[in-house]
T-cell receptor
Framework: QKEVEQNSGPLSVPEGAIASLNCTYS??????FFWYRQYSGKSPELIMF????GDKEDGRFTAQLNKASQYVSLLIRDSQPSDSATYLC???????????????FGTGTLLAVQP | NAGVTQTPKFQVLKTGQSMTLQCAQD?????MYWYRQDPGMGLRLIYY???????DKGEVPNGYNVSRLNKREFSLRLESAAPSQTSVYFC????????????FGPGTRLTVT
């Protein structure tokens, strides 16, 4: 059983709309959560991380965490065609401040923003 | 500051051949990681090294060995390549402690025929 689940998509949204990407995880002890963006043929790059319940905003991106429901999401406001990529959710199951930052990745959601 | 570098970028092997994938980082990070990425499977951790001199298995270690040569370098060796090891391999590094970012190298695309 995959420990981090994402809908593989593709999620198609029109330019300017809000894209909502979702992720669930199985380990209740998980402490920190990451969203990576990966363009086709490229390596993953971090968009943002979150470790407290609630919302965290960074520009057009908002991460939302609900530990009780074991659910983390990423909202992208004013979506642009350049946002078209695969978005990977990753969970640190080693705990906050652990000796390693071992991450478990979901399979990713492909986002397509239509001009 | 090159970040995380990997060599080679592409490689084709025949079944049974061996090779070593090289990874180096110049960010003075303690922790380094090797992942493989297959279609529909996401990134899966092969091995990681929390600090110089230590290595540990990840989710899919079978068929691989690693060496943490020094703080900068972490290599991945395939002793006897199999078609199932056809994949894109990413090396990553991070500092330790707290919810920190893993920085990824550009990847090595490996095909085993």
């Amino acid at each position: 059983q995959k420990e981090v689940e994402q809908n593989s998509g593709p999620l198609s949204v029109p330019e300017g709309a809000i894209a909502s990407l979702n992720c669930t995880y199985s380990d209740r002890g998980s402490q920190s959560f990451f969203w990576y963006r990966q363009y086709s043929g490229k390596s993953p790059e971090l968009i943002m991380f979150i470790y407290s319940n609630g919302d965290k905003e960074d520009g057009r991106f908002t991460a939302q965490l609900n530990k009780a429901s074991q659910y983390v999401s990423l909202l992208i406001r004013d979506s642009q065609p350049s946002d078209s990529a695969t978005y990977l959710c990753a969970v640190n199951m080693g705990g906050y401040g652990g000796a390693t930052n071992k991450l478990i990745f979901g399979t990713g959601t492909l986002l397509a923003v239509q001009p | 500051n090159a970040g995380v570098t990997q060599t080679p970028k592409f490689q084709v092997l025949k079944t049974g051949q061996s090779m070593t994938l090289q990874c180096a980082q110049d960010m003075n990070h303690n922790s380094m990681y090797w992942y493989r990425q297959d279609p529909g499977m996401g990134l899966r951790l092969i091995y990681y090294s929390a600090s110089e001199g230590t290595t540990d298995k990840g989710e899919v270690p079978n068929g691989y060995n690693v060496s943490r040569l020094n703080k900068r370098e972490f290599s991945l060796r395939l002793e006897s390549a199999a078609p199932s090891q056809t994949s894109v391999y990413f090396c990553a590094s991070s500092r330790t402690g707290g919810p920190v970012e893993q920085y990824f190298g550009p990847g090595t695309r490996l095909t085993v025929t």
